[in-house]
């Protein structure tokens, strides 16, 4: 076997991670499946590819790259827009039509469905913007760097695991030690008595949507800078980000970025060891295994 | 027109979840500050429906619920605690995945900052079962403990009026003489307590005055002493001859 699939599995197991980490959060909060949840991670990617594009166009000098990295600060700059673009683009989705589904009392398979719809037109609506021709955030070619042990990176994979791995810990840290991570644990226990309480619950879910948004927005700039973006990027990734959040543990942070990294470990083996064709197969057979063997996943507790 | 004395009172309130089927149908209720006051009655008279909808739980269609002087009647639930009224309901009053800590730091995160610690300590201090674990799971507690936890995290903004909804369900006599007897002794620092109860005689020994509630409506009130020797009541509205034996 090829070690370096270990490093090929880590980076993608870190995409999935964030990806998860948004979806095992709306999951717990709402209770239900958000199957639109991909789209965030594909408009993420596009809002920050028009951002960094408009500031190149603004100044070539943003465009010029940060030290060992292949993009300029035209990229940063346009993550964090991206990160404020796709939470409001949760909450309007929200707004137009999950929220007023919860306000009727509708059933979970009425919001699933719903998730589904707006899932598909969120991805028309990007082709219909950007078409669905591939892009890139930067056509400058890295040189991967030997780490020891037959194992290369690039300076953009290895900075895309440091990111991956601060967010999980901010969010983990957001989650145990704050008063609005409180308040999201209350409001995923028993949103009744989290009101009685005095969490305004409607508020806990609009942070819940613009954070789950926000990481999967990263994600999605993670997976244009190391691949490409494409409007299918977060269809592609929606069973992987699934499987990693049962397996997991609904509503645990770091279970939810560990199975990310197992899912993308599996992928990677998978692809080394019986053929690429078998690599989106992967992920569904975790999600099966973990159903049957054990629901809760690894950091759950059975109900 | 209000009464100055007057904790909480509702006029003509009319609850439920579906507005062509209330089931509270037009309860007039006054509590008087400092008063402790039992809600009685048989199984579905609304007695439950009526608090949850005071508590902002259940839709209120017609009718007011005033809070002293303040109409809290369509206030939303988060809203009222910091208006003063606190709400323990009758089942999963509590986190049971967090701890007993942060339960009580939960309820202490609406206070001023400089606040929270010393409320904390305080209720620690008057429940001191809850102070010796507080990093346990609040879901690992006995029945008894719970029930002090969901009171303690209601008394943490120091309410006027507390609200509880059978706090004696599912536990043990001994268990339900100890829980009544903190309330009593809550009451008596100057909170007005609202009692939904099933258990009759337990509510009944610690209660100024009684609420009999029959099909959603008010059907007898009084003191608490006089409803306990009153055979005809409990008869009639208490349900069963177990019942008027436990109030007689």
């Known amino acids: 076997m090829n070690p370096q699939a270990l490093m090929d599995g880590l980076i993608t197991g870190s995409m999935i991670g964030l990806g998860a980490v948004g979806v095992t959060l709306t999951y717990s909060i709402l209770r239900f499946a958000n199957f639109a949840h991909g789209e965030f991670i594909s408009w993420g990617a596009y809002f920050a590819f028009a951002v960094a594009g408009a500031l190149g166009a603004v100044s070539g000098a943003m465009l010029a790259p940060i030290g060992p990295f292949s993009f300029g600060w035209a990229l940063p700059i346009g993550l964090l827009a991206a990160l404020a673009l796709t939470g409001g683009l949760a909450l309007v989705v929200d707004a137009l039509l999950f929220g007023r589904l919860r306000r009727q009392r509708s059933t979970v398979i009425i919001m699933v469905m719903a998730s589904f719809g707006a899932a598909l037109t969120l991805r028309s609506l990007l082709e219909f913007i950007f078409t669905s021709k591939p892009a890139y955030y930067t056509k400058a070619l890295q040189i991967a760097l030997p780490l020891g042990g037959g194992i290369r990176a690039t300076p953009d994979q290895l900075l895309s695991l440091g990111l991956a791995a601060v967010l999980v810990v901010a969010i983990h840290l957001l989650l145990t030690r704050t008063a609005i991570g409180r308040s999201m644990r209350a409001v995923s226990e028993n949103p009744q008595l989290a009101g009685v309480v005095g969490i305004e619950v409607r508020k806990v879910i609009r942070v819940v949507w613009v954070l789950g948004a926000g990481l999967a927005a990263v994600a999605g700039v993670i997976a244009g800078l190391l691949v490409q973006v494409r409007p299918q990027m977060g269809l592609d990734l929606l069973l992987p980000l699934f499987a990693a959040a049962i397996l997991g543990g609904i509503g645990s942070v770091p279970g939810a970025m560990l199975a990310g990294v197992i899912v993308g470990l599996s992928e990677a083996l998978a692809v080394q060891l019986i053929g690429a064709e078998w690599r989106a197969a992967i992920a569904f057979i975790i999600l099966v295994l973990v159903l049957l063997i054990r629901p809760q996943g690894i950091f759950g507790r059975p109900e | ?248």
Request: glycine share 8%; hydrophobic share 45%; aromatic share 4%.
């Open chain 2, 1 to 248: 027109m209000t009464n100055p004395q007057q904790a909480l009172s509702t006029q003509n309130l009319v609850a439920g979840y579906e507005r062509d089927l209330p089931i509270v149908r037009g309860v007039d209720f006054l509590v008087a500050t400092g008063e402790l006051i039992v809600i009685l009655g048989p199984n579905g008279a609304g007695k439950s429906t009526f608090v949850k909808a005071i508590a902002g739980l259940v839709p209120v269609h017609s009718g007011t619920a005033l809070l002293g002087s303040a109409d809290i009647t369509h206030v939303p639930a988060h809203e009222k605690i910091r208006h003063g009224l606190a709400f323990v309901p009758q089942t999963e009053n509590i986190f049971a995945t967090l701890t007993i800590e942060d339960n009580l730091r939960l309820a202490a995160d609406i206070l001023p900052r400089e606040r929270q610690a010393r409320r904390i300590a305080e209720l620690y201090t008057t429940f001191p079962d809850l102070a010796a674990r507080p990093s346990l799971r609040a879901g690992q507690l006995s029945g008894g403990q719970r029930q002090m936890l969901a009171v303690a995290r209601a008394l943490i903004v120091e309410p006027s009026v507390l609200i509880l909804d059978e706090p004696s369900a599912g536990l043990s006599p001994k268990i339900v003489a100890e829980v009544f007897s903190r309330l009593k002794a809550i009451n008596k620092t100057g909170v007005t307590i609202v009692l939904v109860e099933q258990n009759v005689k337990a509510a009944l020994a610690i209660a100024d005055r009684a609420v009999i509630l029959v099909e959603g409506r008010v059907r007898h009130e009084g003191p608490a002493a006089t409803l306990a020797d009153d055979p005809v009541v409990a008869e009639l509205y208490l349900g069963a001859r177990h019942d008027r034996r436990a109030v007689s």
